[in-house]
């Protein structure tokens, strides 16, 4: 764990359940996107792995989506600017893998960065999310990405 000095912010938890989840695996100290902790406290698998990232699928997939995935380092960092430019590299390759497998009308990727306390996020652990697009969403698609 480097640069932020909790795992979770309680405060971006979208429901109760989720709130209580993330605050009982603070006390434990358990990050769910440090690959060892995936098989147990994630929902889905990891379903492809490179050198600097691994891809899953989100268990709380966004409303509007037709996919959600979750691009996520394989080492515990806080920021894209913590990894190599190669793991940029890697993440394109990632998504055009991502975007062969479902041939999507549309995509988008949204990548909080930093202190989760004012990206909107609610994991330390930097991670993408990558989602397919089509022309009927059951609702817009939207992501918060500030305080
Ligand atoms: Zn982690």
Redesign the pocket.
Known sequence: ?TGAET?YYLDAARTEDQRAYMSSLEERGI?I??EEHVAEHQEHPVEHRGEFWYITRNAYPYAGTVAHYLIVPRT?VASFDELPDAAGAELWSLQRLLKDRHAPLATATVMRSGDMRYNGGSV??LHAHFVILDDAPSATVKFKVSA
């Open positions: 764990m795992l990050c996107f440090c515990h330390a652990h």
